[in-house]
Each structure stands twice: as C-alpha cells, then as structure tokens.
C-alpha cells in the first residue's frame, strides 16, 4: 500500500470501487433523469444517465493515471533514484480531464436552451445536465456522501421547490 492511499488521499480503483461510483451515478441521476422524463423535457432519462456516467468514468479514468503517476514516482524513490522528476515529465493533476468535462457540458446544454418569441426554455434542462455530470465527478471520484447530498438537493430543488414557486409565486402574477 502506497503511502498516498494509507493517507486516504487516492483510493484503490478496484471493480468494488468502480461498481459502487457507476452505481450510485445511475441511481442518483437517474432519479434527476425520471423528473426531466415525467415533464417531458428535451434532455430525459437516458440523456441524464449518459452524461452523468461519462464523467463519472473519465473521473475514475483520471484516478487510475494519478495512482499510477504516484505509484511510479513512489516505486522509483523506494529504488533510490530520488531525482525521477528530473528525467520524467509527471505531473499530478486530479483537475485537468475534470476541466474538460465541466466545460464541455456547458455546450452541450447550449443546445437544449431554445428561444421563440421572447420566450426562453430549457435553461433548468440545461442546468440539470451540467448537475448531473457534476454529480458523476463527484460519485467517479468517490466522494459518495457529497455526491448523495448533491443529488438529493438537486431532487428537493426540481420538485419542491419548484412547485412552491409554481403554485405560490407564479399564480400571483
């Protein structure tokens, strides 16, 4: 065990870890996915399930090539060949393949935003993709509680307090 995963800063990507980031992904988003389904939104279960499993795989992805950057720059100290860094081009870097998710996601729910006559819809669509693959970053990189409370607050946003909204606030005017 390498000292990185003693100190809980990478875990092992191993298949229960893996079963468990895509499992909890599909559930979670799914659910998300459902109530874009049930509204008969552009963006519905399928387009939810599909964004949020990609990120979540490219993240997992990422963590496998941190955990071999680490593991070979540990393998090479332990070997004594303390001056690795100076003839390997490494870097350990958690963000960059995030990066590229969180901003092609915004194009992407671009397409779902549409406007005809003054009138402007599918912005909470496009809102609930960008969530979803944020939530398949977080679930990829293991962090299932923050995942959980995302998702759940994400559910308690597109439903309750939606229809608070709908039925207190937009009736009034």
Not at 71 to 85: K, M, P, R, S
Not at 93 to 111: D, E, N
Not at 127 to 148: D, E, K, R, S, V
Request: proline letters at 2%.
């Amino acid at each position: 065990m390498t000292f990185f995963v003693a100190m809980g800063l990478n875990p092992p990507v191993d298949l229960p870890y893996i079963l468990q980031s895509l499992g909890l992904t599909v559930l979670f988003v799914g659910l998300i996915g459902f109530e874009r389904q049930r509204r008969n939104k552009i963006a519905g279960l399928t387009t939810h399930l599909l964004v949020a499993i990609g990120a979540a795989g490219i993240t997992i992805v990422q963590q496998v090539m941190v955990f071999d950057n680490i593991t070979f720059i540990e393998q090479h100290i332990a070997e004594g060949t303390t001056d690795v860094l100076k003839y390997a081009d490494l870097t350990i870097q958690r963000q960059r393949l995030v990066a590229q998710i969180i901003s092609g996601i915004g194009f992407l729910g671009t397409g779902t935003i549409l406007k005809t006559q003054g009138h402007v819809s599918g912005l909470t669509t496009a809102a609930t993709l960008w969530i979803c693959a944020m939530i398949g970053i977080i679930f990829g990189y293991g962090m299932y509680t923050i995942g959980i409370a995302v998702s759940l607050t994400t559910l308690f946003v597109l439903t309750i307090i939606k229809n608070f909204v709908r039925y207190n606030i937009d009736e009034q005017h």
